[in-house]
Structures are given as C-alpha cells and as structure tokens.
C-alpha cells in the first residue's frame, strides 16, 4: 500500500492534482480522503456558532478520527468517510463508505501539521500558488459552489484564513517530499507523479 499526502493552502490546486492523478488510474486500486470530511461534528451549535469557527485552525479538525480511519485502511478494512456540507458549515449525517487501495491519496490544508499523520504518509507532496492566486481561485469557487459572497470570503481571508496559512501550513513545506508550483496547470509534476504512483503499482503486482 502507498499512502500519498497532498498538502497546501486553500485554493493552490490539491484537489485538481489529485483528480488528475486519480483520472489515469484504475479505479479500483486508488481512494481518496479529503481532511474537509473530518471537520469536527459542531451539531450541538447553531449555524450563526458554526459560521464563527475558525476552520483554519488545526483544533476545527477531528484528527483523532481520521487517524483512525488511516489505520483501518492501512489494516484493509473499509471506513466510513463522513460527508461535510461547506453551506451548513457542519457534517451532513450521511458517510461514504471508502474501501482500502493500494494507493490511498489523503488532501488537506493542515494534514502534514500532525507528526502521527505524516509519519502514515509514503510520499508527501506540498502543492504552492501565490497568496492572491489562492485568493482569487477561493473567491470564485465559493461563491460558485460553497454558497458564499464576496465579503463573507474576504472577511474570513482576512481574519483566519491569511493568518493561519502563515502560522501553520506554509511552514509544513519543509516536510514536502515534493512541491509542486500550480501558478499555472503543471502537468509535468502530475506526470512525475503519476510515473512514481505506477512504478510501484507495477512492483506490487509483481511481488
Ligand atoms: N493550476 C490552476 N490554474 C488555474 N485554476 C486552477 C488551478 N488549479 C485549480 N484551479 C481552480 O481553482 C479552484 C480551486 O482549486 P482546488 O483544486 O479546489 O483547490 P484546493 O483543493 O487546493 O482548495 C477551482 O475552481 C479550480 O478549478
Ligand atoms: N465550513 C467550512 C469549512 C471549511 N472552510 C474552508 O475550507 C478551506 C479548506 O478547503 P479547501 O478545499 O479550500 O482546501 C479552509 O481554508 C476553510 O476556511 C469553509 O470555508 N467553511
């Protein structure tokens, strides 16, 4: 098995990176788990409490569950990943059941902030765009797709969002294996990527 972190702020491209290696693997060799699934359940709050969490923060994560669940995995047992809604600012109830692969892709902004998480991780990749690329790219897609508008964006950026990326996940570069600079669409880095994902796909299967 081939555990892959993929780390970097909000907006660089984390999530593109992986469709794009996820896109020429077999689909029953690879999962995927997203860090927003393991946002902390904040049922017991009002959505104006949940509004004010600072999800920048390390401490809005339920890192001990997701641990957890790599381990599950890492035994070959099936998990349940919780769904998260971005509108309701809290998990939705429902879970998606995640098998083991051989190639367990994990993306998040703070994923390599957790010794326990990094030392799971085979490769670890840290995915860079400019602060005001991020910021734009984060400006369309949650007015687009996470039901926001332009203050509630530029007030979160400003009050958590820029703050936390400095305090806590730009530092985590220096754990990266790799980094890939996502200014523009880097298909060269995905390649590499994917050549090294194949490679050991191709030993596994030989063993
Ligand atoms: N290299 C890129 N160049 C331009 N736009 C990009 C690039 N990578 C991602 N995007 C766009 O930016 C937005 C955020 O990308 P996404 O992959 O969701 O970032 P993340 O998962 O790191 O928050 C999406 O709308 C995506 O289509
Ligand atoms: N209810 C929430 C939870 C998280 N966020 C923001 O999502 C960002 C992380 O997701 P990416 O896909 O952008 O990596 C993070 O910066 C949080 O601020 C949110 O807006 N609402």
């Given at each position: 098995?081939?555990?892959?972190?993929?780390?970097?702020?909000?907006?660089?491209?984390?999530?593109?990176?992986?469709?794009?290696?996820?896109?020429?693997?077999?689909?029953?060799?690879?999962?995927?788990?997203?860090?927003?699934?393991?946002?902390?359940?904040?049922?017991?709050?009002?959505?104006?409490?949940?509004?004010?969490?600072?999800?920048?923060?390390?401490?809005?994560?339920?890192?001990?569950?997701?641990?957890?669940?790599?381990?599950?995995?890492?035994?070959?047992?099936?998990?349940?990943?919780?769904?998260?809604?971005?509108?309701?600012?809290?998990?939705?109830?429902?879970?998606?059941?995640?098998?083991?692969?051989?190639?367990?892709?994990?993306?998040?902004?703070?994923?390599?902030?957790?010794?326990?998480?990094?030392?799971?991780?085979?490769?670890?990749?840290?995915?860079?765009?400019?602060?005001?690329?991020?910021?734009?790219?984060r400006l369309k897609r949650d007015i687009a797709e996470r039901g926001r508008d332009l203050d509630e964006v530029l007030a979160r950026y400003q009050t958590t969002l820029k703050p936390m990326?400095?305090?806590?996940?730009?530092?985590?570069?220096?754990?990266?294996?790799?980094?890939?600079?996502?200014?523009?669409?880097n298909t060269v880095a995905v390649d590499v990527i994917r050549t090294i994902v194949n490679e050991k796909?191709?030993?596994?299967?030989?063993?």
């Amino acid at each position: 098995m081939l555990i892959i972190g993929i780390a970097g702020g909000t907006g660089c491209g984390k999530t593109t990176v992986v469709d794009q290696i996820v896109a020429e693997l077999p689909a029953d060799e690879v999962c995927v788990i997203s860090q927003d699934s393991y946002y902390k359940d904040t049922s017991h709050l009002s959505y104006e409490e949940r509004v004010k969490i600072n999800f920048d923060h390390p401490n809005s994560i339920d890192f001990d569950l997701l641990v957890s669940h790599l381990e599950e995995l890492r035994n070959n047992k099936p998990i349940e990943q919780p769904v998260y809604s971005f509108v309701e600012h809290n998990r939705t109830g429902e879970t998606k059941t995640t098998h083991p692969r051989k190639v367990i892709i994990v993306e998040g902004i703070l994923i390599l902030t957790h010794p326990e998480i990094r030392d799971l991780f085979d490769i670890k990749i840290f995915v860079h765009a400019d602060s005001d690329e991020r910021l734009i790219r984060r400006l369309k897609r949650d007015i687009a797709e996470r039901g926001r508008d332009l203050d509630e964006v530029l007030a979160r950026y400003q009050t958590t969002l820029k703050p936390m990326h400095n305090q806590f996940i730009e530092p985590t570069k220096e754990f990266a294996d790799i980094i890939i600079p996502t200014n523009r669409y880097n298909t060269v880095a995905v390649d590499v990527i994917r050549t090294i994902v194949n490679e050991k796909l191709a030993n596994s299967r030989e063993i």
